[in-house]
């Protein structure tokens, strides 16, 4: 293999530039990216990037451009998204109108934040997905800005956070009537409503958004709501949701998952023939949960997977298959939540609903199987319980480990 291509300066791309190196791989390296900033570090962005520290917020970029360049050898073409890809020809186009050649590429281009359709010519109204995004938040934060966050998930439930430790006014706008019921199930959506609501988070579940307000010089100034109310907002985050960044793989022969156009690729994440797919991009078979096909969008899984994407790439002969425990965590007020293994489950076990209590967490059972766990402040816990998942720990073993019955 001469030619690696990655295409998506992400933390998945930034691995699979590493894992070649590392692997022995003395060709040429070209990373793309859409944006013009390095390969930098996202879950940062929305935690203690907006935190009010009287510092400036840590610089977020994995590796200089002169590490990048000398060390790595790596030929950047930043600012510019991959616009097309010719499998056949193994071209990508880039949108500065170049092409470049591959033997072997990588697809790492993650998504790209929903937003409320005709607020884009709004100010204040922002997504957090980006560099650029959280420049803008903490700048509207700065200012003492009046926040509404639409959508209780992680990242919007981190800004809310953010601004209530500022004194400031949030408020989170959630259709569902309890909190994220679809990735942690429903007492534990319940206990994170508790925990945002003891935080002077105003919490609103069940309810809808039927358009912004705004002054005469586009400025946001309130979230209207299906009741009528209009509740008052000088910062409008909207955290809906991400899509996979794959518009350029349009006709390339690349499947696209039906559901969310996402990659479709193997076990070793293989797409097509020399193309492999790495990060928030990605579904792919974990035979580590008998086969399911599964998009992740989580930091330890990206990297994993542009790891190995890179080394099956470039060497398809001996390529091996992923077998990965999800994991994420998220930072709120002065707490973390910690998730392991799939919320997707028979039987959820509270093993404690009271916040505060040092054994609060809840088991995931999927069949006699221990498929995922969830706990608030233990973070010495998480991993052993991680453990046990990638053991395929039985229910009892897990209900055993935990002490009780």
Known sequence: MEHLVVVGASLAGIRAVESARRAGHTGRITLVGAERHLPY????????????????????????????RDELGVELRLGSPATSLDTGATLVGIGDGSEVSYDALVVATGGAARML???????????????????????????????????AGFIGSEVASSARKRGLSATIVETLPVPLVRSVGEDMGTACADL???????????????????????????VRLGSGEVVPADLVVVGIGVSPCTEWL?????????????????????????VYAAGDVVHFPNHLFDGEVMRLEHWTTAAEQGALAAKNALDPANATELGTVPYFWSDWYSSRIQFVGRPAADEIRVVSSELGDDRFL???????????????????????????????????EALEFAGVS
């Open 196 to 222: 945002h609501r003891e935080h002077g988070t105003d919490l609103r579940c069940g309810e809808t958004v039927d358009g912004l307000e705004s002054s005469a010089d586009g400025a946001v100034t309130g």
């Open 250 to 274: 349009a006709g390339s022969g690349v499947e696209l998952h039906e559901r969310d156009r996402g990659v479709v690729a193997d076990a070793t994440l293989r797409a097509a023939d020399g």
């Open 41 to 68: 570090d996202r879950p940062p962005l929305s935690k203690a990037f907006l935190d009010d520290t009287g510092e400036e917020p840590a610089d977020p970029r994995y590796r200089t451009e002169e590490h990048l």
């Open 362 to 396: 809840a088991l995931y059972r999927r069949g006699d199987r221990l498929v995922g766990t969830i706990t608030i402040d233990r973070p010495t816990q998480i991993m052993k319980y991680k453990r046990l998942i990638s053991k395929r720990a039985s229910w009892a």
């Open 117 to 151: 359709p005709g607020t884009e010519h709004l100010t204040g109204v922002h997504a957090l997905r980006t560099w650029d995004d959280a420049l803008a938040v903490r700048s509207a934060l700065d200012a003492g800005a009046r926040t509404v966050v639409i959508g």
